[in-house]
């Protein structure tokens, strides 16, 4: 059984920083893509960043370039999204996501970056930005 966790989740004050977890369990796909992904009360929820399986290729959303940084364990089996300048418009809950890869090309792994894609889903946890 595949399971998410996730944590590191907590109230900062604009400028701060703060790292989450995800935990991964019982995925056992050679190749697979694990992204971060936020929703805010009343939107759609929306990618953050993602990673493939080596870690070697990563995407992120304009809004968190330069700012987030995602990055993987595996020996942990444990996938970090570093927070930074973080703005009130980062509040939100985040989730994490496992899922296939979309393509590979030229021994890159491309992962999807929209939510459906996803199969696993940890419960998410909150990240308060206030100003």
């Known amino acids: 059984q595949v399971q998410l966790v996730e944590s590191g989740g907590g109230s900062v004050r604009a400028g701060g920083s703060l790292r989450l977890s995800c935990s991964v369990s019982?995925?056992?796909?050679?190749?697979?893509?694990v992204g971060w992904f936020r929703q805010a009360p009343g939107k759609e929820r929306e990618v953050v960043a993602t990673i493939d399986t080596d870690g070697g290729n990563t995407h992120y959303a304009d809004s968190v370039k330069g700012r987030f940084i995602i990055s993987r364990d595996n020996a942990m089996n444990t996938v970090y999204l570093q927070m930074s300048s973080l703005k009130p418009e980062d509040t939100a809950m985040y989730y994490c996501?496992?899922?296939?890869?979309?393509?590979?090309?030229?021994?890159?792994?491309?992962?999807?970056?929209?939510?459906?894609?996803?199969?696993?889903w940890g419960q998410g946890t909150q990240v308060t930005v206030s100003s």
């Open positions: 019982g995925y056992t796909s050679s190749r697979n893509c």
């Open positions: 996501a496992a899922g296939s890869y979309s393509f590979q090309f030229s021994g890159v792994t491309y992962c999807y970056t929209a939510a459906p894609d996803y199969n696993f």
